[in-house]
């Protein structure tokens, strides 16, 4: 099978190396050549959950050299920053006869309506549920075991996608029958606990250990659920505290993000949510403002 | 005169020393025993906005030797900070026979209701808007020279304060027949101001640089001009980001306080408005949010 990683940030590595572990020959995209070059000097270098530090080979490509070149793709894991995602989708088009599969894993609820342009037999979306984190361009710590749920949006007879992602059970893909619900429940996750992570610097275990954080993240959960219209607020808000408190000491992508000096996704994760709210009606003043306040870190970092 | 000024962080300091340089014969009252001496052995030093550095004299009393003395006041200036003032109020009232004056300069606005039950025969309330940073206990710097507006609450025939205001020219003390406005607006740049500079840690001037800080601002704005029932806004918003152009330098006393360790006056300053939002049916969530955005911060730093 020849599956195909396009992305290598914290997820892409983390999606290489458990493939790799497992046999499969994957391809992994990078768009830096710089990078390309510390992973074919240094190897993928992965540090596990479990404490082990590995060290794998991976072959890569860049994006410019993916585009150019004609071969088929059994699956082609779309892994990189939703802020990058429109970018992707355009080239992605132009090669669409010779991929079969394509499984989309970005945070917020954007390239959702893009999907029904998909071509190619199967189209999926997945939600990441392990914690990732990006040392540098060749190194990655799994920092949080969990699972990849994902789902098909569109599926022919063949089921390629299902066969390829079932024997990767370290990552424990589970198949979900409603993947729009997985998605949204993801995303009132990365509301209530990414905006706020970044902005006070904390981990995320902080969220419920600082009462008036937690108030400020109450609050963004009611304004998420409304939009979203979910009903089962209480299950809902226990899934989004278990998360805070599994991942304690874990820093938020969008923590990490703003440190590192790189944009943020607050405009998928939070702009999405905002977006959906003002065309149903709904105010979001809490939304409204932690998009500025993330908004006004990045360009006091110079992200502009 | 016996003019006694109560309270010796940055503004009791930055008063003490012009009544000083006047010529007047003040008593600093300050709580702590350790300040008392520092203030002994170092005397006042203040930096002024001319850069001439200035050490007087002063004479300092705890406020329990305050409290015990019967000696009679013509003036005494509440300079303490707005949470430590009610408990400045009820000792007040023990003494209020022996003084004849009493100027108020708490920010915020929740001293207000309690001034009638001043029985002395001057009450006033001021508003300074002039910038002190206290360095240590014994050192301010005047970091920006402007006014004082003050206003009588309550007055005899006397008008033993504005004789003694009068004199105090350095200070720019402007008489104002309408003070509760002027303690609104005061307030408005209170709310716009204080609580985003520290939660950001910018300078005043980074409000209007920062245009998703201008943002924020601008939504602080709104509400609580809408609490206020003020009907100005475009004279008032013109006000706000004057402040913030002349002190584009300074660092407001909520940055200042949070940097220090110390406690804010987020209660006085947002819980003000907040209550009286409450009260008349206003939904505040910028308020709200930053409140608690606030509180979350002096909880991270041990102030709780």
């Known amino acids: 099978m020849n599956v195909t990683i396009i992305g290598s940030g914290a997820i892409g590595m983390l999606l290489s190396y458990y493939f790799v572990e497992k046999g499969q020959t994957i391809t992994l995209v990078v768009r830096r050549d710089e990078q390309l070059k510390q992973l074919q000097n240094e190897g993928l270098q992965i540090t596990r959950y479990d404490q082990t530090h590995h060290n794998v080979k991976v072959k890569t490509m860049t994006f410019d050299h993916f585009m150019s070149s004609n071969a088929l793709i059994d699956l082609a894991v779309i892994a990189v920053k939703a802020y990058d995602w429109p970018t992707v989708d355009k080239s992605l088009q132009k090669r669409m006869s ?13 390239h959702i309506s893009y999907l029904s342009q998909y071509t190619c037999s199967e189209v999926a979306v997945g939600v990441v549920e392990h914690g990732a984190k990006r040392l540098n361009d060749f190194t990655v710590v799994h920092t949080g075991a969990s699972a990849i749920k994902w789902g098909y949006v569109k599926y022919g007879e063949q089921k390629i ?75 809902v808000w226990s899934y989004v505290t278990n998360i805070c408190e599994r991942t304690k000491y874990n820093q938020s992508s969008m923590y990490v993000d703003l440190q590192q000096g790189r944009k943020s996704e607050i405009e998928a994760i939070v702009g999405s949510v905002q977006r959906m709210g003002k065309e149903k009606g709904i105010n979001t003043p809490y939304l409204n403002m932690m998009f500025d306040a993330i908004k006004a870190m990045e360009w006091q970092k110079g992200v502009r």
Chains 1, 2 share one sequence.
């Not at 010779?98 to 954007?110: A, D, P």
């Open 98 to 110: 010779t991929i079969k599969s394509i499984l989309f894993l970005q945070n917020g609820m954007e």
């Open 161 to 235: 996608m299902r066969t390829i992602l079932e024997e990767i059970a370290s990552l424990h893909f589970e198949e979900v029958s409603n993947w729009y619900e997985a998605l949204m429940r993801k995303t009132v996750v990365n509301v209530c606990i990414n905006p706020l992570t970044a902005l006070f610097q904390v981990e995320n275990g902080e969220l419920l250990a600082n009462e008036h954080l937690t108030t400020i993240m109450k609050h963004l959960f009611d304004e998420v659920v409304e939009v979203f219209e979910l009903i089962d607020h209480f299950k």
